[in-house]
T-cell receptor
Framework: GEDVEQSLFLSVREGDSSVINCTYTDSSSTYLYWYKQEPGAGLQLLTYIFSNMDMKQDQRLTVLLNKKDKHLSLRIADTQTGDSAIYFCAASFSGGYNKLIFGAGTRLAVHP | EAGVAQSPRYKIIEKRQSVAFWCNPISGHATLYWYQQILGQGPKLLIQFQNNGVVDDSQLPKDRFSAERLKGVDSTLKIQPAKLEDSAVYLC??????????FGQGTRLTVV
């Protein structure tokens, strides 16, 4: 069945770049998403990419998609303490009405 | 634009009791999702509505969980009777015919 996997933890120094990685199994996923979750809050949509693209940039965020390897990454430039959160990768499942399958989340810790 | 509204924010019940959660999606959004997020895990889809029809409830424990979406707008999710393992955050999300899905703040359920 469909599955999305992420590394669980990433620690970076303030001002450095962060790269969060994700792999997915459904090669026909139409859209791939990155959501951010802060403590006690819901999920905030950061960005998404259509499967026929290989890169999307939005201010400090860069999404790279390698469709052949089914690998997605999120790069955050100039990481700030306010970026500390859990980041979820999600893939739309081709068999449903835009059903989203989520990974377990990557906890990003930003230290001075 | 108002976001997805959920209530209550927190609920504590004893096992075997019943509980209901309410969701008001973004105006005009035809698709409504209920996700369950257990601590330390990614969200798992419970049920997906397209207008007032169910398009996916494959992971809904139907012996104890039920959901409805009256008139294709608001939705309620009910658990009866609750078990300890139902302790989780219940997230509601909605989307239009665009790829983005927007989440509410969630309801944190604790079953004791």
């Amino acid at each position: 069945g469909e599955d999305v996997e992420q590394s669980l933890f990433l620690s970076v120094r303030e001002g450095d770049s962060s790269v969060i990685n994700c792999t997915y199994t459904d090669s026909s996923s139409t859209y791939l998403y990155w959501y951010k979750q802060e403590p006690g809050a819901g999920l905030q949509l950061l960005t998404y990419i259509f499967s026929n693209m290989d890169m999307k940039q939005d201010q400090r965020l860069t999404v790279l998609l390698n469709k052949k390897d089914k690998h997605l990454s999120l790069r955050i430039a100039d990481t700030q303490t306010g970026d500390s959160a859990i980041y979820f990768c999600a893939a739309s499942f081709s068999g449903g009405y835009n059903k989203l399958i989520f990974g377990a989340g990557t906890r990003l810790a930003v230290h001075p | 634009e108002a976001g997805v509204a959920q209530s209550p924010r927190y609920k504590i019940i004893e096992k075997r009791q019943s509980v209901a959660f309410w969701c008001n999606p973004i105006s005009g959004h035809a698709t409504l999702y209920w996700y369950q997020q257990i601590l330390g895990q990614g969200p798992k889809l419970l049920i997906q509505f397209q207008n007032n029809g169910v398009v996916d409830d494959s992971q809904l424990p139907k012996d104890r969980f039920s959901a409805e979406r009256l008139k294709g707008v608001d939705s309620t999710l009910k658990i009866q009777p609750a078990k300890l393992e139902d302790s989780a955050v219940y997230l509601c999300a909605s989307s239009s015919n665009r790829p983005e899905a927007f989440f509410g703040q969630g309801t944190r359920l604790t079953v004791v």
